[in-house]
C-alpha cells in the first residue's frame, strides 16, 4: 500500500532540519512541530485569523516577505521547506 503524501518520509531543508533537529520527516510531523512553536511563542491569532511569521518561521518555511498566514496545510505544500 502506498503511502499518503502526509506521512511519507521526505528529505528537509537545512533550515527546516536545524528546526525540527533531524534530516527527515513526514509532513505530518512538521506540521506538528510548527504548531508547537507558533503556540509556544504566542503567533496564532485568534478565533481562527491565523498566525503571524517571526525571523525563525520566516528561515525555515522559505517564506521571507510574509507577514502572516492562514493555512499551514497550503503554505506547506507551496514551501521549498522539503527538498523532497
Given at each position: 500500500?502506498?503511502?499518503?503524501?502526509?506521512?511519507?518520509?521526505?528529505?528537509?531543508?537545512?533550515?527546516?532540519?536545524?528546526?525540527?533537529?533531524?534530516?527527515?520527516?513526514?509532513?505530518?510531523?512538521?506540521?506538528?512541530?510548527?504548531?508547537?512553536?507558533?503556540?509556544?511563542?504566542?503567533?496564532?491569532?485568534?478565533?481562527?485569523?491565523?498566525?503571524?511569521?517571526?525571523?525563525?518561521?520566516?528561515?525555515?518555511?522559505?517564506?521571507?516577505?510574509?507577514?502572516?498566514?492562514?493555512?499551514?496545510?497550503?503554505?506547506?505544500k507551496?514551501?521549498?521547506?522539503?527538498?523532497?
Open positions: 500500500m502506498a503511502r499518503s503524501k502526509i506521512t511519507a518520509s521526505l528529505t528537509l531543508s537545512p533550515a527546516l532540519a536545524g528546526f525540527m533537529g533531524r534530516d527527515t520527516a513526514s509532513r505530518g510531523d512538521v506540521t506538528k512541530e510548527i504548531w508547537k512553536y507558533i503556540k509556544k511563542h504566542d503567533l496564532a491569532k485568534p478565533h481562527g485569523g491565523g498566525w503571524d511569521f517571526d525571523e525563525t518561521l520566516e528561515l525555515v518555511l522559505h517564506s521571507k516577505g510574509m507577514k502572516k498566514a492562514s493555512d499551514l496545510f497550503s503554505l506547506l507551496k514551501s521549498k521547506a522539503f527538498v523532497s
